[in-house]
């Protein structure tokens, strides 16, 4: 789950990393009263779960509640990268003498939580990791030793910072990342750019930060901060039905059982000239309670013409999945035609149950069904 950029910095200064203070606005005269309450010039910053919001114009300074209620009005409503802007966070401007970058993430490759710190902060990482790889000092944290001040002072001396006092602050903020990053199960809390201001301060001008789903329940607190308005519906629906579920543009339903099959079958359906409306992978069951489920959220879609259900049957088997379509069949009226390829443990079997189910074609390969399927949607 992605945070806002406010919930982060919310999280940030419960661990103690300096933060400007700031207030919520969902309209341009609460956007006014925050500048007013703040009492001083504000920056304007659309709450958006995608980065480059700078460069989209929605981060504006104002320097009176007036100019804050307008840059309001400009940035409310924007699209940023496909997502509506509904709220803002209003905050003292503060001014930039350095802008750095910090962040702590996973390496799956080495198994460990990995810190990256440059001084070339404010642009998007990657562009620094491709233009000067040098000047992006990283440092893998060994969970067993846990986190320790001469890590960080290796990982500052490695990216250059050379101010006394700045290193000061930046290894306190290094250990209380480190701090926010496992109490909250994060799998990464990016400061983006971390500031020096021109009195020698350092503080934390952005925050992305994500935390595991699977750990939300260990976090009512966080887990509460998500912004189901700004969900996708379909996708809502399927969350609270525990179907791993993505929304696409296209036309044909698709249902496979693991996360691989059912980015194969996206890609197949494309092939065979069609185009996907969804993700849903069924896992790796096929009872009938997740054959209902999976077909409960992928019927939702008014999109949806036709159902590719792709099942390649190892430890699941065949004949098993096709028992849990008839029942969901005989659970829920289903008007579009179905599309079933079964291949793998008991595939014969579960073909032989299927056999003479009206609006329901079995098809031998995976190619053959995709090309059916396309050709019932169109
Ligand atoms: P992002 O573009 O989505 O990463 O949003 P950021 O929060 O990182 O803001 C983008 C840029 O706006 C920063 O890199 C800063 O240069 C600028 N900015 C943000 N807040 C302030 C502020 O308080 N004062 C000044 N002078 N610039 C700011
Ligand atoms: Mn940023």
């Given at each position: 789950?992605?945070?806002?950029?406010?919930?982060?910095?919310?999280?940030?200064?419960?661990?103690?990393?300096?933060?400007?203070?700031?207030?919520?606005?969902?309209?341009?005269?609460?956007?006014?009263?925050?500048?007013?309450?703040?009492?001083?010039?504000?920056?304007?910053?659309?709450?958006?779960?995608?980065?480059?919001?700078?460069?989209?114009?929605?981060?504006?300074?104002?320097?009176?509640?007036?100019?804050?209620?307008?840059?309001?009005?400009?940035?409310?409503?924007?699209?940023?990268?496909?997502?509506?802007?509904?709220?803002?966070?209003i905050?003292?401007?503060?001014?930039?003498?350095?802008?750095?970058?910090?962040?702590?993430?996973?390496?799956?490759?080495?198994?460990?939580?990995?810190?990256?710190?440059?001084?070339?902060?404010?642009?998007?990482?990657e562009?620094?990791?491709?233009?000067?790889?040098?000047?992006?000092?990283?440092?893998?944290?060994?969970?067993?030793?846990?986190?320790?001040?001469?890590?960080?002072?290796?990982?500052?001396?490695?990216?250059?910072?050379?101010?006394?006092?700045?290193?000061?602050?930046?290894?306190?903020?290094?250990?209380?990342?480190?701090?926010?990053?496992?109490?909250?199960?994060?799998?990464?809390?990016?400061?983006?750019?971390?500031?020096?201001?021109?009195?020698?301060?350092?503080?934390?001008?952005?925050?992305?930060?994500?935390?595991?789903d699977?750990?939300?329940?260990?976090?009512?607190?966080?887990?509460?901060?998500?912004?189901?308005?700004?969900?996708?519906?379909?996708?809502?629906?399927?969350?609270?039905?525990?179907?791993?579920?993505?929304?696409?543009?296209?036309?044909?339903?698709?249902?496979g059982?693991?996360?691989?099959?059912?980015?194969?079958?996206?890609?197949?359906?494309?092939?065979?000239?069609?185009?996907?409306?969804?993700?849903?992978?069924?896992?790796?069951?096929?009872?009938?309670?997740?054959?209902?489920?999976?077909?409960?959220?992928?019927?939702?879609?008014?999109?949806?013409?036709?159902?590719?259900?792709?099942?390649f049957?190892?430890?699941?088997?065949?004949?098993?999945?096709?028992?849990?379509?008839?029942?969901?069949?005989?659970?829920?009226?289903?008007?579009?035609?179905?599309?079933?390829?079964l291949?793998?443990?008991?595939?014969?079997?579960?073909?032989?149950?299927?056999?003479?189910?009206?609006?329901l074609?079995?098809?031998?390969?995976?190619?053959?069904?995709?090309r059916?399927?396309?050709?019932?949607?169109?």
């Amino acid at each position: 789950m992605d945070l806002y950029e406010y919930q982060g910095k919310q999280l940030f200064r419960r661990f103690g990393i300096p933060v400007s203070e700031g207030r919520l606005a969902t309209s341009p005269e609460e956007a006014r009263a925050a500048a007013v309450d703040l009492g001083g010039p504000v920056v304007v910053k659309a709450q958006v779960l995608t980065g480059g919001r700078g460069k989209a114009g929605g981060v504006k300074l104002a320097d009176s509640p007036a100019d804050a209620e307008q840059k309001a009005r400009e940035i409310l409503g924007l699209d940023i990268r496909g997502h509506l802007v509904r709220r803002l966070w209003i905050e003292l401007a503060s001014d930039i003498a350095k802008e750095y970058y910090l962040s702590v993430t996973f390496d799956r490759s080495e198994k460990k939580p990995l810190f990256m710190l440059t001084t070339e902060g404010g642009v998007e990482i990657e562009q620094v990791a491709a233009e000067s790889p040098d000047a992006l000092a990283r440092l893998h944290v060994n969970v067993l030793e846990n986190f320790q001040p001469y890590q960080g002072r290796r990982l500052i001396y490695g990216s250059g910072i050379s101010d006394a006092g700045e290193q000061r602050q930046v290894l306190d903020i290094i250990g209380k990342l480190y701090a926010c990053f496992t109490q909250s199960d994060a799998m990464l809390c990016e400061i983006n750019p971390l500031i020096v201001t021109p009195d020698g301060t350092v503080k934390a001008l952005d925050a992305k930060v994500t935390v595991d789903d699977g750990a939300l329940f260990r976090h009512p607190d966080i887990a509460e901060m998500r912004d189901v308005a700004a969900a996708d519906p379909f996708e809502a629906f399927a969350r609270e039905k525990g179907v791993t579920y993505v929304k696409l543009d296209g036309s044909v339903g698709i249902l496979g059982n693991g996360a691989g099959l059912a980015m194969s079958t996206v890609d197949v359906v494309v092939v065979a000239g069609g185009r996907p409306a969804n993700f849903c992978d069924l896992g790796g069951g096929g009872d009938a309670e997740g054959v209902v489920d999976a077909l409960e959220v992928i019927t939702r879609d008014p999109d949806v013409r036709s159902i590719f259900f792709n099942i390649f049957g190892g430890i699941t088997r065949c004949d098993e999945v096709a028992r849990g379509i008839l029942a969901a069949l005989e659970r829920m009226s289903i008007e579009l035609p179905m599309v079933v390829r079964l291949d793998g443990t008991n595939a014969a079997e579960g073909r032989a149950l299927l056999e003479g189910t009206p609006n329901l074609y079995v098809e031998p390969t995976m190619l053959d069904a995709a090309r059916r399927a396309v050709e019932l949607a169109a």
